[in-house]
């Protein structure tokens, strides 16, 4: 198993630009995250998703999109990037029914908006 | 809401045992998590704790007491490699898809 893979690793995007971060996970978790790390801040989540074709926001969905077609995929769309949407972005999922339901996290993608 | 606190920065010696704190205030407790994160990697799971008391896994162990909204982790015969920053979360329930509320972490220094 990969486990859960983000695409791409780094991105420099400008002010406006528009982009998609891409996660795919192999594990067939119904559960399915997206959260930020702001340097010294923690994670925030972003959006979420319970399986194929159900999205709910999370503490700090403003600027961000997601959709979740299939049971592997939740990729994350950013319309029109801002300076504050510099950050690392992390995907994860989870199972609910494993024993600790942990969430495995993805490698993350470091985005820079300038 | 939810608050979760836990100090900034440690500093710990090789081969000696640390205990990194975590206090939270919660709407709902569905679990507490602690995570290994280190510079530029993604979190790793390290223990969990849905019940009050100690679970105990190899050199780390984590303690939990609900009812003073309180956690521990505890780090045993430190190695150099254990320097990361070690981030405590509580999850939540059915409502939030049992997304996790994380604190701030604490980087750990482990000095020869």
């Known amino acids: 198993n990969a486990g859960v893979t983000q695409t791409p690793k780094f991105r420099i995007l400008k002010i406006g630009q528009s982009m998609t971060l891409q996660c795919t996970q192999d594990?067939?978790?119904?559960?399915m995250y997206w959260y930020r790390q702001d340097p010294g801040m923690g994670l925030k989540l972003i959006y979420y998703?319970?399986?194929?074709?159900?999205?709910d926001k999370g503490e700090v969905p403003n600027g961000y999109n997601v959709s979740r077609s299939t049971t592997e995929d939740f990729p994350l769309r950013l319309e029109l990037a801002a300076p504050s949407q510099t950050s690392v972005y992390f995907c994860a999922s989870s199972y609910p029914l494993d024993r600790y339901n942990e969430q495995f996290f993805g490698p993350g993608t470091r985005l820079t908006v300038l | 809401g939810q608050n979760i606190d836990q100090p900034t920065e440690m500093t710990a010696t090789e081969g000696a045992i640390v205990q990194i704190n975590c206090t939270y205030q919660t709407s709902g407790f569905n679990g507490l998590f602690w995570y290994q994160q280190h510079a530029g990697e993604a979190p790793t799971f390290l223990s969990y704790n849905v019940l009050d008391g100690l679970e105990e896994k190899g050199r780390f162990s984590s303690f939990l007491s609900r009812s003073k909204g309180y956690s521990y982790l505890l780090l045993k015969e430190l190695q150099m490699k254990d320097s990361a920053s070690y981030l405590c979360a509580v999850r939540g329930g059915p409502s939030s898809g049992y997304a996790l509320n994380f604190g701030k972490g604490t980087s750990l220094l482990v000095t020869p």
């Open positions: 594990m067939n978790h119904n559960y």
């Open positions: 998703s319970v399986g194929a074709g159900i999205t």
